[in-house]
Nanobody, 124 residues
Framework: QVQLMETGGGLVQPGESLRLSCEAS????????EGWFRQTPGKQRELVATITSGLTTEYADSVKGRFTLSKDNARNTVNLEMNSLKPEDTAVYYC??????????????????WGQGTQVTVSS
């Protein structure tokens, strides 16, 4: 029912910037937490940045100070501004949302939803 549509990603050189966007669509009641994770071959998926409905943010230590996460409730979008990119930032980036829908009986249904992933490659 709920889908996360990712845009952005691509190939950039070290030190450059890139912006990832994610739009949530569907019968959304509440988005509690949303943001981005990333994964490279042979590694577990790791948190990059998340933001709550109360605008509390959490960043991985490796990206803190370089990446900025923001959200637009009116558009159901979350944006990740990635600055000073490094080769080690290369990964598939996945949009994530912890949210709730309301079913036919008026009961909340809690879901963890993932986007399909977008490739970010940082290389000279």
């Amino acid at each position: 029912q709920v889908q996360l549509m990712e845009t952005g990603g691509g190939l950039v050189q070290p030190g450059e910037s890139l912006r990832l966007s994610c739009e949530a669509s569907g019968k959304i009641n509440t988005i509690y937490t949303e943001g981005w994770f990333r994964q490279t071959p042979g590694k577990q998926r790791e948190l990059v940045a998340t933001i709550t409905s109360g605008l509390t943010t959490e960043y991985a230590d490796s990206v803190k100070g370089r990446f900025t996460l923001s959200k637009d409730n009116a558009r159901n979008t979350v944006n990740l501004e990635m600055n000073s990119l490094k080769p080690e930032d290369t990964a598939v980036y996945y949009c994530y949302a912890e949210l709730a829908e309301v079913d036919g009986g008026g009961r909340p249904v809690f879901l963890d939803t993932w986007g399909q992933g977008t490739q970010v490659t940082v290389s000279s």
